[in-house]
């Protein structure tokens, strides 16, 4: 072997060959390069119609939060009791038919107040809701 002189059979070789390990990066890398060009030609191409009704979709997401107080506030402000709950979030229905409700209530809030905020919006025809919730993977 040119530029190694090996004197005795029984050393040991402290050099690794990375000739292989590059071949094999650069087929990889050819792999790669042809198959995202298919992966991009799998989409069918549709030229979509014009229409003068087709808005965009404005949805609006609104937050209920119910503090360990039991008050109730929307966004920010507050609310007087569930009636004001209801004119607000009837107004918020009135404004945009797809609204969206977040429901933040404390963990020391009873169950039956959330309960009764969820049928609050369901009796308003308000489906699209969900609890928040504080993520921890730890949890049961």
Not at 41 to 48: F, G, P, Q, R, S
């Amino acid at each position: 072997m040119a530029g190694f002189e090996h004197k005795n059979n029984d050393d040991i070789i402290a050099s690794i060959n990375v000739t292989p390990l590059v071949d094999i990066m650069l087929v990889l890398l050819i792999i790669f390069m042809l198959v995202s060009t298919f992966m991009l030609k799998e989409a069918i191409e549709v030229e979509l119609p014009h229409a003068a009704t087709g808005a965009e979709l404005n949805k609006r997401t609104v937050s209920i939060i119910i503090p360990k107080e039991g008050t109730y506030f929307v966004g920010n402000e507050p609310v007087a009791g569930l009636d004001g709950l209801r004119a607000r979030m009837a107004a918020e229905k009135e404004e945009n038919r797809e609204v969206q409700v977040i429901i933040a209530a404390d963990r020391e809030v009873r169950h039956g107040a959330v309960v009764t905020v969820i049928d609050l919006l369901r009796r308003l025809e308000i489906y699209n809701f969900a609890i928040n919730v504080e993520y921890d993977p730890t949890a049961p």
